[in-house]
């Protein structure tokens, strides 16, 4: 059976992890190649990198540490942050990603998806979509959650899917860092609507959150930062508890 | 391991990760599409992310599939490189390098496709698999797959059993990526590595 996936998001700036890493076992824990190996060796399925480095120079940073993480890491990954053309994903799949994400740029300019789906292939286009309920419906926002579009999530996630995005990447800003667990809901109703894997993100506070996402939420994979970095939940350990539900992990 | 591997240089290839495994593994690699130098390496390995039809066009124009399919020493095709060795692909109706038997079809409608993430393998029968066990988890990224059949060495469930890993004679094709499969996908790829290369003997028989 395939397995749903765990996936640490781990924030850059500079080529150096930021945001609370807090791990004793890391010579360098501001070294994101350390703490995604070691993610890696806990049985993170995935991990998704990303870049929050403002400046267009040091984003070359971001290309070496690429090749770094290839070279080091034998599980998939994706970057994310910044990625606008055709050439920014070729040249983050030529150092070595899996995958890249892209945002912004693809509410600004939709048919990016589509240029970047036909030349490097649907499995390497994760579209991140950032959402917050408005009253009336969920909203797509972005600019890191500052701007919100007037776009309805549900029709975008199926625009998004038709343009060629492989996967999506569901963040609700109403969940995010509140650690009351993941928006089952949502992600459910999106799960239905869309044939590509969705990957759930915001909310996640226990190993239950991760659970109920998985079989209440239909997420096909499960993405979170600070617990794993703060050490409240060891990855390994959230294995174990998620194969002790009756969910398929590896 | 002091020998040299020829990873196929071709237009769908995922060159930079299978080299970064290789490097991992501390083994010694070209990357190549001169006949001469594929004939002679101690191993060649035939990565593959991509389109069939455009790969398949891309390597008759340069005489490569000829190239390939002549090859005596263990071949190892990952993802679309064992769809390319299968016979003929759905994926824009393509012929392709026959060496397996097994049609590649897409999957059918039903769960989401691509069939993404970790999959269990059973049903293993090589030396590839020394030491692996079966429920094995392995990375897949496909839509297409090689249907079960006579060479198949391993097997995958997704909506329906298929090829996960096929083997004739000399050549090995996974569906996985095992360069993306962690501990287990390093063990398989260093199974490839041990398997007895016989380019020396089949030389001295010309």
Known sequence: MLAKRII??????????????????????????????LYAQKGADELTFLDITATVEKRKTLSQLVKRIAEHIHIPFTVGGGIRTVDDVRVMLECGADKISINSEAVKNPSIIDAMSMEFGSQCVVCAVDTKYNGRFWEVYVHGGRTPTGIRTLDWVKEVESRGAGELLLTSMDHDGTKDGFALELTREVSSLVSVPVIASGGAGTMGHFVDIFTEGKADAALAASIFHF????????????????VVIR | MNQQVAIVKYNAGNIWSMSCALKRLGVDYIVTDDPKELSSAQKVIFP???????AMRYLRERGLDEVLRDLKQPFLGVCLGLQLMCSHSEEH??????IFDEPVRRFPVGLKVPHMGWNTLFDLKSDLFTGITSESYVYFVHSYYAAAGPDSIALCDYMLPFSA??????????????????????????????????????????
Do not use: M, W
């Not at chain 1, 050490?231 to 009756?246: C, F, M, Q, V």
């Not at chain 2, 096929?166 to 569906?175: A, H």
């Open chain 2, 93 to 98: 109706d393509t012929t392709c390098l026959g």
């Open chain 1, 231 to 246: 050490h409240e939940i060891d990855i390994a350990e959230l294995k174990e508890y998620i194969r002790s539900h009756d």
């Open chain 2, 165 to 206: 890993a096929l083997q004739k004679d000399n050549f090995f094709g996974v569906q996985f990526h095992p360069e993306k499969s962690g501990a287990i996908g390093e063990q398989i790829l260093k199974n490839f590595l041990a398997l007895e290369s016989d380019t020396k003997s089949e030389a001295d028989h010309v």
């Open chain 2, 48 to 54: 593959g992310v991509g389109e069939a039809s455009t």
């Open chain 1, 8 to 37: 640490p998001c781990l924030d850059v700036k500079d080529g150096r992890t930021v945001k609370g890493v807090n791990f004793v076992d890391l010579r360098d824990a501001g070294d994101p190649v350390e703490l995604g190996s």
